[in-house]
C-alpha cells in the first residue's frame, strides 16, 4: 500500500531526479552522449575547472566534446523532467 509507493517514490527520486554532483533534484538537467545527467549550473561549474572544449563525464569519465554553445548546448533531459512531473 502506501508505505509501498512511499518507498519507490524516494528510490525513484534519489536513483534518477537527483544529480549526483550537488545531491539536489535537477535544475535544467542536461544528458552527456554516456547517457549521464546533471544540473546545467553544476556542469557549468564543473566544465570551468577543465580544459577547453571537452571534459570527462563526472560519473564515469567518458570524454564529452561540448557543443558550440557550451553546456547550453548539450540536451536538455526531457525524460527526467517528464518523471518528475509524474512522481511528484
Not at 38 to 56: A, D, T, W, Y
Amino acid at each position: 500500500g502506501a508505505v509501498m509507493a512511499e518507498a519507490i517514490h524516494s528510490q525513484i527520486s534519489g536513483d534518477f531526479l537527483e544529480c549526483t554532483i550537488c545531491l539536489e533534484p535537477f535544475k535544467e538537467p542536461k544528458i552527456l552522449p554516456c547517457l549521464h545527467t546533471f544540473c546545467k549550473g553544476c556542469l557549468e561549474k564543473f566544465v570551468g575547472k577543465q580544459g577547453e572544449g571537452k571534459f570527462p563525464c563526472p560519473t564515469c569519465r567518458t570524454e564529452t566534446v561540448l557543443p558550440a554553445g557550451g553546456v547550453a548546448g548539450l540536451k536538455n533531459n526531457f525524460f527526467v523532467l517528464s518523471l518528475r512531473d509524474t512522481v511528484q
